[in-house]
């Protein structure tokens, strides 16, 4: 069996995926520090914890800017926006395929190449958490950080409760991504492959 190796993800995706998920997971456990601070975890001390997350939080923010304009000026943004009229029936055919062809030893329905790097459930998860959940995620923290620039009230129920709010629910939403972001990255032809992609930046797979 012949093995395809597609230059997929150039260096400064790499460098900019290593320091997102650095920061990613200290933000998630200091975050689950001071969510529960007041039953004295043990964890981490409150001040450490406030300090880590405010410093990880401006090192997730300016790499995340980075990711933006990297896309629009390394055309790696064209993977985000392709959508494909049969969107609908793509994602289903993936979907059947890991809930139930990927147990039967089926191939994958869709191969990666230079014009399609992502699957469709990537494609859309990878959407939704980096230009949806990810600017919400950052707007209500520095909400949190500057609350003098939150709206008092919406509706009578206090701005600051609703930015909490909305910053709680995403870091939920974006860890329990992180959980099927590494399942899923364990589904290439071997457990390791995609994780050797994302080192060495060529994705692997055998014809
Ligand atoms: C320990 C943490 C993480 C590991 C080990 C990991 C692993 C990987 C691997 C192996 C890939 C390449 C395979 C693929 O295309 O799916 C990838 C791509 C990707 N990951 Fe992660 N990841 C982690 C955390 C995160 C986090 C926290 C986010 C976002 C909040 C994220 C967002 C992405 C995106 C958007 C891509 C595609 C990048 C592109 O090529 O444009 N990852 N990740």
Redesign the pocket.
Known sequence: MATIKTY??PVW?RIW?VI??VS??LLIFTGIALHYATMGTGLIKFEMAVNLHNVCALVLTFNYGLFVIGNIISG?GR?YRSWREDMGANLWVQLKFYIGGIFKKESHPFAINKER??NPL?KIS?VA??YIC?PLIIISGFGLLFPETVVISVLKISGLALTAFLHQIMGFV?SI??LI??Y??TLGDKPGT??K??VNGYHEEHE
């Open positions: 997929l993800y995706i995926h997102n998920a990613f997971l790696n993977f790097k992502f990537q990878y958490v980096m990810m974006l991504f992180l972001h590494l899923t990255c995609l994780f992609s994302m």
